[in-house]
């Protein structure tokens, strides 16, 4: 089985910074891609940032140029920067993690907790 635990989150004032982590536990052999979804109060879930095993990094418009995706391979850990932050990206984050293969099975995808992220004006 795979386990997610993420960290990170909590109460920031507009303008500041925080790292969110997510690292992937079991008997895990590979992971395809790895990333971040939020999802506000009365919103769907939308994709915030993604990185391939290989490093290509995709984000969402509304975080570009303020937040970076970067992920540990060995410690199959993926983390998410995020700086000058806005009230607007006050959310709860969810980390995923895509394509996880034992040495034999194909386990799929998984979903972490969440981890609250609050930006106040």
């Known amino acids: 089985q795979v386990q997610l635990v993420e960290s990170g989150g909590g109460l920031v004032q507009a303008g500041g910074s925080l790292r969110l982590s997510c690292a992937a536990s079991g008997s895990i052999h590979s992971i395809d891609a790895m990333g971040w979804y939020r999802q506000a109060p009365g919103k769907q879930r939308e994709l915030v940032a993604t990185?391939?095993?290989?490093?290509?990094?995709n984000y969402a418009d509304p975080v570009k140029g303020r937040f970076t995706v970067s992920r540990d391979n060995a410690k199959k850990t993926v983390y998410l920067q995020m700086n000058s932050l806005k009230p607007e990206d006050t959310a709860m984050y969810y980390c995923?993690?895509?394509?996880?293969?034992?040495?034999?099975?194909?386990?799929?995808?998984?979903w972490g907790q969440g981890t609250q992220v609050t930006v106040s004006s």
């Open positions: 990185i391939t095993s290989g490093g290509s990094a």
């Open positions: 995923n993690v895509n394509g996880v293969r034992t040495r034999l099975t194909y386990l799929g995808d998984y």
